[in-house]
């Protein structure tokens, strides 16, 4: 049976099981990871298992800080540290050459490692008690909705002996951008509260793509391979002229709630794009437990500049992984 901690005495006891090679959930402010020793291979092999990850999906390696970041690198160029140095504790993930000591098992046995330093002060114990790198994925089963509470950990994984440190409510809500500094032309290979703008301007250097090489072999971020974010009901995003088409036994998620017929269920979302952001899995959860025949997302709002433009991308594209079939 899963346990939700909180306090000291939870992260006491994380960085025992950990050190015993199992999981442990924890906060971080983009969503809950499912956290194991990122040096103990069989560890990171209950991740997969537990989740019903193929292995092909490489994970994010958690860290302190640029220190222990370099422990799990070849090499930390200079486009790396401004970001470390800017973004740090924050949702920026970066793919930078693999050091040996990493397990293969870590990264879909590619040549490179994706590493970040998570903003979150349950995480930041956890990881600096623990004094090792974590590995931490969505805390969900593989495809499903990401958790943004304890309970939606719970939810996924109630019978998996599984200890969740209480962090509360994740605070951005959506997954961290992933920048792959691999080679000459920097590029996100998933977008997130960090935009292309912000990170090109931080290093001097412009971004090219937003886009994996189409013909890498080898995935080097998660989050680029299979269906993401799915509620088990069918979901739609639509635009809001078509909430009107829903019926009673639907399930709507709106932002722009006087503006249509209130038909179905209407579960409430923010307008502003980064409060969209952090409510959308939540409102997606609580839409789910509901059963309803179908579940319409309206397309969050268009927002204005280039960091909410950034937001905005990001919502849409995990929005299109969890209406994809």
Request: charged share 15%; net charge neutral.
């Amino acid at each position: 049976m899963s346990e939700i901690l909180e306090g000291p005495h939870a992260i006491a006891f994380g960085v025992k099981r950990l050190g015993e090679g199992n999981l442990v959930a924890f906060p971080t402010e983009t969503v809950y990871g499912l956290g194991a020793d990122a040096f103990n291979a069989q560890a990171v092999q209950r991740v997969f298992t537990l989740k019903g990850r193929p292995n092909t999906n490489p994970l994010i390696v958690h860290v302190s800080g640029i220190v222990m970041a370099k422990t799990v690198v070849a090499h930390w160029p200079d486009a790396a540290d401004l970001i470390a140095r800017t973004y740090w504790p924050g949702p920026v993930t970066m793919v930078l050459p693999k050091a040996d000591v990493v397990p293969g098992i870590v990264c879909a046995n590619g040549s490179t490692v994706a590493v970040r330093c998570p903003e979150h002060p349950c995480a930041l114990a956890l990881i600096e008690s623990f004094g090792k790198p974590i590995v931490g994925p969505s805390a969900n089963p593989s495809g499903h909705i990401s958790p943004t509470t304890p309970e939606h950990v719970m939810d996924g994984f109630p019978d998996a002996n599984l200890m969740i440190v209480d962090g509360g409510r994740c605070r951005t809500g959506i997954e961290s951008t992933v920048v792959d500094l691999t080679s000459k032309t920097i590029r996100i290979l998933r977008p997130g509260f960090i935009g292309p703008h912000a990170i090109s301007k931080t290093i001097s250097q412009n971004i090219e793509s937003i886009a994996p090489l189409p013909h890498d072999p080898i995935a080097r971020s998660p989050g680029l391979i299979g269906a993401h974010y799915q509620p088990r009901t069918p979901t739609k995003l639509v635009p809001t002229a078509a909430l009107k088409s829903a019926t009673d036994s639907d399930t709507i998620i709106t932002w722009s709630i006087q503006s249509h017929p209130a038909k179905g269920t209407l579960i409430p979302i923010p307008r502003q794009i980064d409060a969209y952001a952090s409510n959308i899995y939540r409102a997606l959860h609580d839409a789910d437990r509901g059963n309803p025949s179908a579940i319409w997302i309206e397309e969050p709002p268009t927002g204005s500049g280039t960091d909410e433009l950034a937001i905005r991308t990001a919502i849409m594209e995990r929005l299109g992984r969890a209406t994809h079939k």
